[in-house]
């Protein structure tokens, strides 16, 4: 009996949980959620000792105009968006044949799986020196920075759906006729399409987050490398500013992939998030 | 109405399996000889572990003999071929492709495009009745419909021998005895030769001709049992005294087997 009613009672209360989050709209919860986070940053930049690092938001939005004046605010951003997508690119384009290698031959796999795995917990920022020594500044060690930090994840990624792929799916095809030839276009290929779209979700990711030490190789604009120019002068504002726009630029990349999943992927029967 | 003809259509001669494991090798299958003759069901019952997939997957050409050969059209086997489909237990349907795009795979890679492979795969979906979902994904499909359409996408590759690899295991009891009725019936129109594993003996007695009685590991035959039953055969047939009497005399057999595993 007593049960009975302790059931019940966890019951009444999720139904009433519900309720509240079905009334308000999902566009209400993005509204709400970005007043309390206007509210926390403002708080953040009232208080005396974090004020200095959380200049409020209309000084953040006005050092826009000031970094305009400056003539470097279009610049930074298409300065980290071409190298951050033509390393993203060059590795994507690198990765895939890597892994389909790694999934089909054993022995390659032996020898290159460990490699990749080893450098991939390596933070980017130890091997910049390096990279410069042979590379030199400007926007070759950038791009190779970010191309080898995107080739790792996402090499690993497709790899990994590749050998995860449903053996039966491929018996299937195979005794309907199919050759080598056909089990990799028809079967290997879709088959690995969701791997694939995760992988381009880390590799962005990645790619975005290695910025900062892709950029700290005597870059001349930049998002990374202007947040470590006006820390030299301690002018918050703009930095801030440049921390959430690279925050935006990846959220931006999410969307895009999201879109490019439900337009390839719908098919999958569990949608991961 | 199908059935013997006399002609033998796959031939199975002292095949042998082992595999090798951690623990050494093991034997999955020790000299089986078996004749399916055209047109003719053939079922096969025995424990788990008993070599009954392992068999199947060597008359579909998907493993090879130890030793031993298996012949069909009296040509010996050595890889897959179109004459012979398989279904099996988990559908296997390619979950990016629809319906009609499961049923066509196999026309396609038979050259068959466009229209005439539209046309042939419309008649195989309706014959399972699925016209309704044609284009439909297979996430969007119960575990009875998807197992349909593999059987459809089977069909429509025009296979002479169907392997079945218990197909219809992992459905609720509904929509089995559903699926048995609708396979008895396409069976009979399509003029197919049918390898049917189950663990499920009633289906075995139900569907085939002959219940073949595998042993526990090694794997050999223990007994082949005709089913005499005419055909067509529903789920009353169930309750005549024929079927019963053939019912607890293989589950007997197979019972013994069980117990054989469990030493």
Redesign the interface.
């Known amino acids: 009996m007593e049960a009975h009613t302790l059931v019940d009672g966890t019951a009444k209360k999720k139904k009433v949980k519900r309720n509240l989050a079905e009334r308000i709209p999902n566009g209400g919860w993005l509204a709400i959620s970005l007043i309390a986070a206007l509210l926390f940053w403002t708080i953040l930049s009232l208080i005396p000792s974090t004020s200095r690092s959380f200049p409020n938001v209309f000084l953040v939005v006005e050092s826009i105009g000031t970094m305009m004046q400056r003539g470097v605010f279009w610049k930074d951003i298409g300065s980290s968006l071409i190298s951050v997508t033509s390393g993203f690119s060059i590795g994507f384009i690198l990765s895939l044949p890597v892994a389909i290698v790694m999934a089909w031959y054993k022995p390659i796999r032996f020898i290159i799986e460990p490699w990749i795995q080893f450098i991939r917990n390596i933070p980017p920022l130890a091997y910049v020196p390096l990279v410069v020594i042979s590379a030199g500044v400007g926007r070759t060690p950038q791009i190779i920075v970010i191309t080898i930090a995107t080739f790792l994840v996402m090499s690993i990624t497709i790899y990994q759906g590749i050998k995860n792929i449903?053996p039966?799916?491929i018996?299937?095809?195979?005794?309907?006729?199919?050759k080598d030839r056909?089990i990799f276009m028809?079967?290997i290929a879709?088959?690995s399409?969701p791997f694939i779209i995760t992988a381009i979700r880390l590799g962005t990711a990645v790619g975005l987050t290695s910025l900062i030490a892709a950029e700290s190789t005597g870059a001349q604009a930049g998002l990374g490398m202007r947040i470590r120019a006006l820390s030299n002068t301690f002018e918050s504002s703009p930095m801030l500013l440049y921390i959430i726009i690279i925050g935006i630029i990846g959220l931006i990349f999410e969307r895009l992939v999201k879109l490019l999943e439900r337009r390839l992927?719908?098919?999958?029967?569990k949608r991961d998030v | 109405m199908a059935g013997k003809t006399g002609r033998v259509k796959v031939k199975i001669n002292q095949v042998k399996k082992i595999f090798d494991s951690r623990n050494g090798e093991v034997v999955a299958l020790n000299g089986i000889d078996l004749d399916i003759h055209e047109n003719e069901f053939v079922t096969v019952v025995g424990p788990s572990g008993c070599g009954k997939s392992t068999l199947l997957n060597i008359i579909?050409?998907?493993e090879k003999p130890t030793s031993g050969t298996v012949s069909c059209d009296g040509k010996e086997i050595t890889g897959?071929?179109?004459e012979?489909?398989?279904v099996?237990q988990?559908y296997?349907?390619?979950?990016?492709?629809t319906v009609k795009g499961n049923v066509e795979?196999?026309l396609k890679?038979?050259g068959i495009k466009g229209k005439e492979a539209e046309e042939i795969a419309r008649k195989y979906i309706k014959l399972v009745d699925l016209q309704d979902f044609i284009n439909h994904?297979?996430?969007e499909l119960s575990g009875g419909m998807k197992q349909r359409v593999a059987i459809a996408?089977a069909y429509a590759?025009n296979p002479s021998v169907l392997l079945m690899d218990e197909p219809f295991g992992a459905l609720d009891a509904q929509t089995r005895t559903q699926l048995q009725e609708e396979l008895l019936h396409t069976w009979d129109s399509e003029q197919k030769t049918c390898f049917f594993i189950t663990h499920d003996v009633e289906e075995a007695i139900l569907l085939g001709q002959k219940v073949v009685i595998m042993s526990a590991r090694p794997g050999r035959i223990k007994e082949t049992v005709d089913i005499d039953i005419p055909y067509p055969r529903n789920q009353e047939t169930r309750m005549t005294q024929e079927f019963l009497e053939k019912k607890n005399y293989i589950w007997g057999q197979v019972y013994q087997e069980y117990l054989a595993v469990r030493k």
């Open positions: 449903d039966t799916l018996k299937a095809a195979r005794v309907l006729g199919a056909d028809r079967v879709p088959a399409l992927t719908g098919w999958q029967e | 579909a050409g998907l897959t071929g179109t012979r489909g398989v099996f988990q296997a349907l390619f979950p990016w492709l795979f196999g890679l038979q994904y297979p996430k996408r590759a």
